[in-house]
């Protein structure tokens, strides 16, 4: 039976030593099952775990989705999920993309509720630094043989507090024998085959002495893709707040989010191919932004003997950080209708 009495921060956990992927079963997670082309009502699991046929699609197929967003205690004591909405239509171009049913923005948003109401132990007090990240996914579940669509998907929200991804800037390495997603295909998809592919090179990347690395696009390895884990941001000399304007690139939440704080704050916003060798030297400053770092500062760049080095401390980044995060914790107001109440 899931726990009824529960109170932000009721877990207890030292909130401020929380680093992000640091794995914690929290009281349960909801499960959706899509079968005979509708959804069921979903029901909360308090076992961290998920029994599927040895057959099930997405261990041979790889079909499967996920999405990842943070809920946050507020000033004011309320519970928030920022911004699900746009993380709902992503998932759901993902959905499309994997030949996988979409869901109702309705059931999206109540099971992110559900989770969020049935862990309130696990969300971290206001003025702590951590956040509640949620992660919502969906997979193949129905037995097959066969190459093609799963008869059967499973939908389900995990929850896990968490705390800063780096907590510092870092340095990058330029990735030259790895391409992250080719042309036309699922680079622009959070989906699970993406990641996998990231491992061996991220690995070793940190092995030399690199938290993140980048990932030039795979037709001529020249034009800016992403980083690891997270979108590329850079501010120019010129200030104009720059990101890639690509097909294999992921649209961050958090990315489109930054863009409009960014005009906010005057900047010239700029989506358009970057050329990393003829206009890195233009660069103010650059970060990686996603969910989970939300902006990790990035120090510098190396790309073979070439190292870039960029300005610090990150004005312009550090800014936008922090107009984020206050806006996420109610510090200030949510001019564009980002935050949800939940609890």
Known sequence: MLRKEQTVGGAGLDW?????????????F???????????EGEMVEEPYV??????????????IFEGQKAFHCKDGKVRIFN?????????????????????????QAALTRVVKANL?????????????????????GPQLGLGASSEYTFMVVASPVGPYYGSAVPATVV???????????????CAGNYAADIVPAARAKKQGFPICLYLDAKEHRYVEEFSTSNFVAITKSNVYLTPDSQSV???????????????????VERRRIDFDAEVASFKEVGAVGTGVVITVVQSIQQGDKVHNFEQPSEV???????????QTGDEPDPHGWMREVA
């Open 250 to 268: 992921l649209d961050s939440v958090t990315n489109s989010c930054l863009e409009k704080l960014a005009a906010d704050m005057g900047l010239t």
């Open 51 to 64: 029994k599927m046929h040895v057959l099930a699609n997405v261990f041979h197929y790889g079909q499967a």
């Open 317 to 327: 980044l550090t800014k936008l950080y922090n107009k984020l995060r206050a806006i």
């Open 30 to 40: 909801i499960k959706h099952v899509w079968r005979d082309g509708q959804w069921d």
């Open 176 to 190: 030259e024998d790895y391409d992250r997603a080719a042309p036309m295909g699922v680079g622009a998809v959070k």
């Open 121 to 141: 132990d696990f969300v971290p007090p206001y003025g702590s630094g951590a956040s509640l990240y949620l992660r919502p996914f969906m997979v193949g579940s």
């Open 16 to 28: 401020g030593k929380l680093v992000f992927g640091t794995r914690v079963d929290t009281h349960g």
């Open 84 to 108: 699900d909405r746009m993380n709902h239509v992503r998932m759901s171009r993902g959905a499309e993309r994997m030949g996988m049913p979409t869901m109702p923005a309705e059931m999206f």
